[in-house]
């Protein structure tokens, strides 16, 4: 089974377009970090409660060690920072995580990285997603950021 760590805007941006379970379809299984479910349960709206629901594949765990949150605080979330610190731990197969900085610290560390466009592009190359274009559309409708050039290149490798 592969291990996949999940970041909170993922689960953020892929819950609020219905398209949660595109990482069941894709993964299994996802682990976050006590921390990123703290962050995606802190308000009551739906994406808490698909995480509460749907918590027989996504698990929640916690880093065995905190002393090493010190090393990465300066640039990243506390999410982030469990991100790195937990894939780094069950040698993590992939780290889905959207943030620059933090897809950045996760290279350097030698981790497998995607965010969540990569999630939808390979949904649609699995015949998982239909198009990609209809939830790029909507997940810029509830405030995620998608600059038109790498709009075009997500859509081009979509063959849409």
Known sequence: MRKVIVNSTPLIVLGG???LGLLKKLYREVIIPEAVYREVTAKKDSICMQVVKESDWIHIEKI?????????????????????????????????????????????????VTGTI??????????????????????????????APLEKMVLEQAGE
Do not use: C, W
């Not at 979330?77 to 780290?95: C, P, R, S, W, Y």
């Open 64 to 112: 065995r060690d905190q002393s090493e949150k010190k090393m990465y605080k300066a640039r990243l979330h506390d999410g982030e920072v469990e991100v790195m610190i937990l894939a780094q731990e069950k040698q993590a197969d992939l780290v889905v995580i959207d943030d620059n900085a933090a897809k950045k610290t996760a290279e350097y560390l030698g981790l497998r």
């Open 118 to 147: 990569g999630v939808l592009i390979k949904a649609k190359r699995l015949g998982h997603l239909d198009a990609v274009r209809p939830v790029l559309d909507e997940i810029k409708e509830n405030g995620f950021y998608i600059g």
């Open 17 to 19: 377009a219905g398209k």
